[in-house]
Every structure is written in C-alpha cells, then in structure tokens.
C-alpha cells in the first residue's frame, strides 16, 4: 500500500514546481503516519482470526506486531524515494542504496552469528536497517534541512484527507497487484522439495525482470 501510494505521489510531484512539491510531500508523510493506525487493525484481527487458522501458532502474528516499527520507517522512505525521483535525483539515491545494503549485511551478521538470534533476528535487523536507512537518506540528500517544519505544522485535516484521495486509489492498485502475486507464492506452502526450489529460482527471476524495467519505467 505505502509502495503505490509512493508511486502516485511521484507522478503527481512530476508536474509541479518545488516548492508545491514539499508541501504535498509533507503532507503525503503525515498521511503515512496515520495510515499506520488501520494497518495495526488490520494485524489485530489477523492475529485473533487469521493467523491461528493458517499457522497454527501466534508466532506469525507476534512477529507482524514486531514489524510495525519497521513499517512505520519504510513508509517514510518511501515516500522520500519518490520525491527525489520526481526532482530527477538519483546518484545520491544510489550511494544511499549501497551504504544501506552494506549496513543491512553488517547488522544480520551481528545479529545472527554474534547474538545468536532465530527467526526474531530477521525482525531485529530488519527494523534496524529501516531506521537507518531513512535517516541515512534524508541526511545524504539534505531532505533533513529542505523539509519546512512550518509548513508541516500549518496542514489542516482536509488537506491531508484531499491527498488520500488523490494518491490511494493508486496504492490499492499496486496492493491489489502483490497480493495477486503473493497469493500465487504462498500455495508453494504444500509443495514438494524440489518444486519449491524450482519456484523460488523462478521467482527471483521474476522478481529481477519485474524490478528492473519498473525502476527504467520510472526514470
């Protein structure tokens, strides 16, 4: 949801100037803060009706919870990705990406190899690596210091609700899109060995086809 959302907001900030751009663009980051609220509904009930069922077990539903912070930090990065995308700056971008990556790896080898951490070590260094990687990017770029905290304290409900409008009809139908797709992964769940594997190879091929030509898309 938060990934389309950006993406409608990048083709919106393309047509406008730059200072009109951080304005939708703070309001677009309030937006993200308070569309966290139905997400942790959404896991609430997951977590009583949807995640026994399916898993049997609450570990699936304790880990979503874990996330949240993680979902929280992406959403604003995000967000951020797409202003600068819309503004045509992407060198910066990419060293951001780099140094991120980089980190991720360090943080996972800590986390795994030193601490000794299972499966909640993939919500630790997940959640560590947002943290940073929005911080990173906001400092690297100078979003840090474009961003007016006047302007940001002026957005009125309306304008935040006039925003919504406009940009998550598009979220829906990129949300729409994955669950489509990892509805089509999750049946993988009853297969046998060696046809998982054969799945995931065809994934990442997938996935690497797919990422590629929508990142050339985008620029």
Known sequence: LYEGLASGMESLLS???SDVAMVIYQRTLLLCALMILPIIAFLVVSKEFVFPIVFGEELAGNMA???IPSIFFNSGF???RSYLNSRHSFHKQLISALVSSLFHVAVC???FAWCGFTVYGAVISKTITDIFNINFLMKITGLNKEMKLEQARSITAKQV???GKTLIPRGLVLTLEVLAYESFAFQT???TENHVSAHVIATNMHNVG???FTGVSVV
């Open 15 to 17: 047509t406008l100037g």
């Open 65 to 67: 919870f874990a996330l």
């Open 78 to 80: 995000l967000i951020s």
């Open 109 to 111: 080898y800590v986390v």
């Open 161 to 163: 609700i006039d925003i």
């Open 189 to 191: 769940v009853s297969l």
């Open 210 to 212: 797919y990422f590629v």
